[in-house]
């Protein structure tokens, strides 16, 4: 067996659980996508989603079995290697839940993410979006009075206009979907097999990053915008091509991980006879 091979079976085996993604990022992504469509096919979207949580874990358990867990030993149970999972987020020792390496990741970089996220929003100049969602227009709009750094205070009437709500939400969602892509990249080790989470996170989060400077770049007037950004803002103002640009992104990353799983356990004898 090649080295390169048997990196990607002991790579596979340790994240076993987390690259399960018909149980965990493609329901995620059918809810995500669900949010805005209409009614009858919100309705398909979210009974997809829950067969797949619900059935999910048989179907995998049937079809490439289980990793065990590796066992907790009392005589060194002060090395960070005897609470050590080998098949993912789901590890215990004796009785007491563990905080997992892969939540560690995820809390981290959310939480960096969200904090920028919210500090920079609170620092004028704050935008009005004209227009409809296909061609929006940036105005500038006087800022408020600021208090602390993660709250917006207000002078009296003076609220921000819904479009720039909506548009704030859009940005977080970029902020919150990338960070969790970015997070998912460095818990599993950076790998070149994981590119696409790194790319993917990266592309929401310089989505954020670009929404929530545009208030700087707005022209007087609602003119122009630079090239690359006035092709982007309507992704950039849109809460609802912020959920299906997310929506679509984790879709295709846990189809990616399920099809990580199936090229390197292959299919058991018994799922290709049925």
């Not at 066992?71 to 590890?91: H, K, Q, R």
Request: proline share 8%; glycine share 10%.
């Amino acid at each position: 067996m090649l080295t390169g091979e048997l990196e990607r079976i002991r790579f596979v085996t340790q994240h076993f659980n987390d690259l399960q993604g018909l149980r965990s990022a493609v329901p995620l992504g059918l809810f995500t996508l669900g949010l805005v469509s209409p009614a009858p096919v919100r309705t398909v979207l979210f009974l997809g989603a829950a067969l797949l949580l619900l059935g999910g874990k048989r179907y995998y358990r049937r079809t490439f079995g289980e990793v065990e867990h590796q066992p907790a030993d009392p005589a060194t149970e002060l090395c960070p290697a005897s609470i050590y999972n080998p098949a993912g987020p789901f590890s215990r020792l004796e009785g007491f839940r563990q905080v997992t390496p892969m939540a560690r990741h995820l809390l981290m970089v959310v939480a960096v993410a969200l904090v920028l996220f919210s500090f920079f929003q609170a620092i004028p100049p704050n935008f009005l979006v004209e227009g409809d969602a296909r061609h929006p227009r940036i105005l500038l709009e006087p800022a408020p009075t600021l208090g602390p750094p993660l709250i917006k205070v207000l002078d009296g009437a003076a609220v921000r206009a819904p479009s720039m709500q909506r548009a704030v939400l859009a940005q977080a969602m970029y902020a919150l979907y990338g960070s969790l892509f970015l997070g998912v990249w460095l818990w599993r080790g950076r790998r070149a097999s994981q590119g696409l989470h790194l790319v993917l996170g990266a592309l929401l989060l310089w989505l954020s990053a670009l929404g929530t400077s545009l208030g700087y770049l707005a022209r007087p007037g609602g003119g122009e915008m630079p090239g690359i950004i006035d092709v982007s803002l309507p992704a950039l103002v849109d809460p609802g091509a912020a959920v299906l640009l997310c929506g679509s992104s984790m879709l295709l990353a846990g189809l990616l991980d399920h099809w990580q799983l199936v090229r390197t356990l292959g299919w058991p004898a018994a799922a290709r006879e049925e």
